[in-house]
């Protein structure tokens, strides 16, 4: 974990604009300059002490392609970042638009309250007319992909089924995220049933959202408690040894890095739990490569077209899920060739970024259509979310297909 502040790679800029020419965003919409302009470059005005930068900044998506493609390892998306926290600080943004941003920010909360009254809840998320009040009055645009609040949120599920220890007593941590807790159970289904067919008894922990929305939208005061939380409720395990895995890419790798470098946490604790947090994915792959993944896969006939979330590759993980569809006997897997899909989590749920995500995220929406896909696997839920959305096409997670694979659906 790097324990250097971002900025101070900043002076690593050779303005070759490498970054510019990547950019996603840059590339359909002139109201953001390009990552050279607003990272490196307008971060040495900040460092000097010059006023706040302009709203530009908040156009970023943080998708990190910057990062994927800068040949001197500039942190630009995480100065970036702390830009927008800056402007948050400095009251920057009007009060509709931190009150948008933190209700979108605060999965956790809407989900638990939401979900005590799901069916109405579910009813006002999709009514055109609750979603043009929210267009209007808030910024949230009426066509965003809101997803649906689920029958029974996966800890209920996990705390009521019969699940005795598997041999060998090996144990993992959990960590479901707010996405699977209160909208994809289905995916914590699968994720504890395939590590407990390879012999691991399941623990979840009592665990709150990973703060990584907060973070993206520069409310860094509340992240950090959300971050801190965490760590307090988890590193306990990782002193034990176990290791702490995720479905959310987002979260495990807010766990590990995110949080960390952008709010300068790197104490004792957080590097433990960093170092013992882990995507599902790169979990059992891991296994694979040490020859204690079960191989016993079934056939599942198909075709899935696969596309990794812009984060997960710049993390620097390679392409675990691809790797462990790939050993699915008779399935089919396309790799996309598209860098991301616009959503960039709460980015393209706010009306003035709608059609940019939108745009941003048309080459995968023409490659799933061009593929004739009825199946695509991706690791973010925001990410299936708008590929559904765009496309029609149904998305999963990766686990899902390895559970059908197993036999334990």
């Known amino acids: ?11 690593n800029c050779i303005k070759c604009t490498i970054c510019v020419t990547a950019c996603p965003v840059a590339a359909v919409t002139d109201r953001f300059p390009g990552p050279k302009y607003e990272g490196p470059q307008g971060a040495r005005f900040r460092h000097a002490g010059q006023p706040a930068p302009d709203l530009s900044v908040d156009y970023c998506s943080g998708c990190r392609v910057c990062n994927m493609v800068c040949p001197t390892g500039v942190k630009i998306a995480e100065i970036n970042a702390r830009a927008r926290a800056f402007m948050v600080e400095r009251g920057r943004f009007s009060r509709r638009t931190r009150l948008r941003n933190n209700l979108l920010a605060r999965p956790e909360t809407l989900g638990r309250w939401g979900h005590r009254v799901a069916p109405l809840a579910n009813a006002l998320l999709h009514n055109r007319w609750a979603r043009l009040v929210a267009h209007v009055v808030l910024g949230i645009d009426r066509r965003a ?17 019969a699940a005795p220890l598997p041999a060998g007593e090996r144990r993992v941590v959990y960590f479901h995220g707010c996405s699977t807790e209160y909208y994809e159970p289905r995916v914590g289904r699968a994720a504890v049933r395939v590590l407990e067919a390879n012999g691991f008894e399941v623990i979840v922990p009592p665990q709150g959202c990973c703060g990584l929305p907060l973070l993206s939208n ?13 760590v307090r409720r988890l590193v306990e395990y990782a002193r034990q040894g176990y290791a702490i895995v995720g479905t959310s890419t987002s979260c495990t790798l807010t766990l590990k890095e995110e949080a960390p470098e952008l709010l300068d946490i790197h104490d ?34 198909g075709t899935v077209l696969y596309h990794a979330p812009c984060q997960y590759r710049a993390h620097r993980l390679g392409a675990p899920s691809l790797e462990l569809l790939r050993r699915i006997p008779e399935l089919d897997v396309i790799e996309s060739r598209a860098d991301c899909c616009g959503i960039a989590g709460t980015y393209g749920f706010k009306r003035e970024k709608y059609e940019i995500a939108m745009r941003v995220g048309r080459p995968l929406f023409d490659h799933v259509r061009e593929s004739g896909v009825s199946l695509v ?18 998305a999963v997670h990766p686990v899902e297909l390895l559970a059908k694979a197993y036999g334990v659906e």
């Open 268 to 301: 004792d604790d957080a590097r433990l739990l960093a170092a013992h947090t882990f995507d599902l994915s790169e979990f059992l792959l891991a296994l694979d490569d040490r020859g204690e993944l079960r191989a016993d896969m079934g056939p599942v006939p």
């Open 145 to 161: 992909p809101l997803p649906t609040l689920a029958g029974e949120r996966f800890t209920a599920w996990f705390r009521g089924r």
């Open 1 to 11: 974990m790097n324990t250097w502040p971002v900025e101070l790679t900043l002076d």
């Open 218 to 230: 520069g409310e860094f005061g509340a992240a950090r408690a959300y971050y801190r939380e965490n």
């Open 377 to 394: 696997a991706c690791d973010s839920e925001t990410c299936r979310w708008q590929i559904v959305h765009a496309t029609g096409v149904q």
